[in-house]
């Protein structure tokens, strides 16, 4: 048990650098303009995909019996078409950026220096914009709604991988509890992987995306990305 726990750790570090895992959480973590929030989508992906993969896996384990080859082929599809989707997301959300005006030419088309993006004050000679309450309100929406997607993607990839990993532990663990113990060891090994690898991700996109034209780049980069690996990750099932 204390190899197989091992063992179960390891493999949830590894687990965390799958091809399809990477590109969905790139493309979810190009989102975010400070270090902390891409962690936090690597670890929100992360808590989902362990959720989902602990119960399901769990449950196949108890029933003794292997997850159907169509139900296996219909999830994996879903993954394919999530990334697709999220490119395309991805894609909108570049053209509404780079056809806005920019947040620095805002404030100076406002009268008394009151515009969407904050308020201009001037403190010893040194002007400087103080965020406006509707502008820190769109960045908690704006930052919900990442957690949420990352949350939701990790939880659609969990269950994709159930198939090959409760084949594993059909194979080692028979006992429902042993395999629970397990699968949660996986998952925490894949939280950890998942999330150092977003960290080391999100540095320089936090960097790349002080410059407006670099962030649309990015946005651009990682859409037409994650549509093409969707895209590709599905002819490969059928």
């Known amino acids: 048990m204390t190899s197989a726990v091992l063992l179960g750790f390891i493999l949830g570090l590894q687990h965390a650098t799958d091809p399809d895992h990477l590109v969905a959480v790139a493309t979810i973590a190009t989102r975010e303009e400070r270090l902390l929030g891409g962690l936090r989508v690597g670890l929100l992906w992360g808590v989902g995909h362990t959720v989902t993969l602990a119960i399901a896996g769990t449950v196949v384990v108890a029933i003794g019996r292997n ?6 082929t219909g999830l994996e599809l879903l993954v394919a078409a999530l990334l697709v989707v999220l490119g395309v997301s991805r894609l909108l959300d570049a053209a509404r950026g780079i056809l ?3 947040p620095e030419r805002r404030v100076g088309d406002h009268t008394h220096g009151r ?7 001037t403190h010893h000679g040194a002007p400087h914009v103080h965020p406006s309450p509707a502008l820190l309100a769109a960045w908690r929406d704006e930052a919900r709604s990442t957690g949420l997607r990352a949350l939701v993607v990790g939880a659609v990839h969990g269950l994709a991988g159930t198939a090959a990993v409760a084949l594993l532990v059909l194979a080692t663990l028979p006992s429902p509890g042993a395999a629970a113990v397990y699968l949660a060891i996986f998952g925490l090994g894949t ?3 998942m999330t150092a690898l977003t960290g080391v991700m999100a540095y320089p ?11 649309h780049a990015m946005a651009v980069a990682s859409g037409v990305a994650a549509i093409a690996f969707g895209f590709w990750y599905a002819a490969r099932l059928v």
């Open 205 to 215: 996109i936090v960097r790349l995306a002080r410059v407006r034209i670099m962030r």
């Open 67 to 72: 997850v159907p080859v169509r139900v296996a």
């Open 191 to 193: 939280i950890v992987g």
């Open 115 to 121: 515009g969407a993006s904050g308020v201009l004050h």
């Open 100 to 102: 806005a005006v920019a």
